[in-house]
């Protein structure tokens, strides 16, 4: 079911919520599978009417009663954060394809006054959630070798994070064409084919794509005693090699999203200018046009839009 615009009332704000001008919002694939509807792919289920958008950033327009902390004015990232899991925007209740959110103020976090909006909103999923499943989940350190499969949105964050860790990293994409921002992000090589990673032999596998079988790739071509972190949902099965896991003694993990802690060092890097996500501006009445890109694998980096354009 396609997106549709419409006019809806301006929010109100509630004890404890506030009222956020968006001036940002990136474009996910997790709204990609909410628009497709039930798939061979991962199927979210959502009320009807809903706002989508779980990534956004703006200023503070109004306050509800018991806000503290902040104040109107204010430049702030709103975060769907998923350690614990705080208010599902996007999903469960109306998120940031609007001029204007009502966004709980805990879920808030204050952007750095050199970080773009753009930055600051895909920065609460897009980078986050790499960041948490590299360093975190993966426990990418220096000297490790790191491969990262899957080079879209989250991949290319996933391979700079890597890279700040000190590891060496390789990169896999079917697409050619992502590999340009790869090597920009830090990767020492790409690859086409998961198994080109059989000599290298890499720590930890970060899968981005989750495409059936690339989790048994990434069970393949780990070292033994090595570690796979699957973040990408974009089948909702997968097949690998018991005997492989067993064998090999893989340690293998699922990881989603972030802590708002994590997302706070995000910001801290995007404001030291170590951490540069690859963005696209999408007008705020192509969205479905952005969405259709996005699931046909036309789109290197993050999207986004604003919505108040």
């Not at 209740?93 to 103020?105: K, P």
């Amino acid at each position: 079911m396609p997106l549709r615009l419409a006019e809806v009332a301006d929010p109100e704000p509630r004890p404890g919520w506030v009222v956020v001008d968006i001036e940002a919002a990136g474009i996910c694939g997790s709204d990609v599978h909410i628009v497709r509807g039930k798939g061979d792919d991962w199927t979210v289920t959502v009320p009807v009417p809903l706002t989508l958008g779980h990534e956004g950033a703006g200023v503070i327009s109004a306050l509800g009663d018991g806000v503290e902390g902040f104040a109107v004015g204010d430049r702030v990232g709103v975060a769907t954060i998923a350690h614990p899991m705080s208010v599902p925007y996007g999903v469960g209740v109306d998120g940031a394809f609007a001029e204007q959110m009502l966004a709980d103020a805990r879920t808030l976090l204050p952007i750095p006054e050199n970080v773009p909006f753009a930055q600051a909103a895909v920065a609460t999923d897009a980078v986050a959630t790499a960041y948490r499943a590299v360093r975190t989940v993966g426990r990418a350190s220096l000297d490790d070798v790191v491969a990262v499969i899957g080079l879209g949105g989250l991949g290319l964050n996933g391979v700079r994070v890597a890279t700040l860790c000190g590891a060496t990293v390789y990169g896999v994409d079917v697409n050619p064409h992502t590999f340009g921002a790869a090597w920009a992000a830090g990767a020492k090589d790409c690859f086409l084919d998961p198994d080109a990673l059989l000599p290298v032999e890499p720590d930890l596998v970060v899968d981005f794509a989750g495409m059936g079988d690339t989790v048994g790739a990434a069970v393949r071509v780990v070292r033994p005693g090595g570690r796979v972190v699957l973040v990408g949902l974009g089948r909702d099965t997968s097949t690998f090699n018991t005997a492989e896991l067993v064998m090999k003694y893989v340690d293998l993990r699922g990881s989603i999203g972030a802590s708002k802690e994590e997302i706070e060092r995000v910001y801290a890097l995007l404001s030291q200018g170590a951490i540069r996500p690859e963005l696209s501006e999408t007008p705020f009445t192509e969205l479905n046009d952005a969405i259709q890109a996005l699931a046909l694998g036309k789109v290197t980096g993050r999207l986004f839009t604003r919505p108040r354009a």
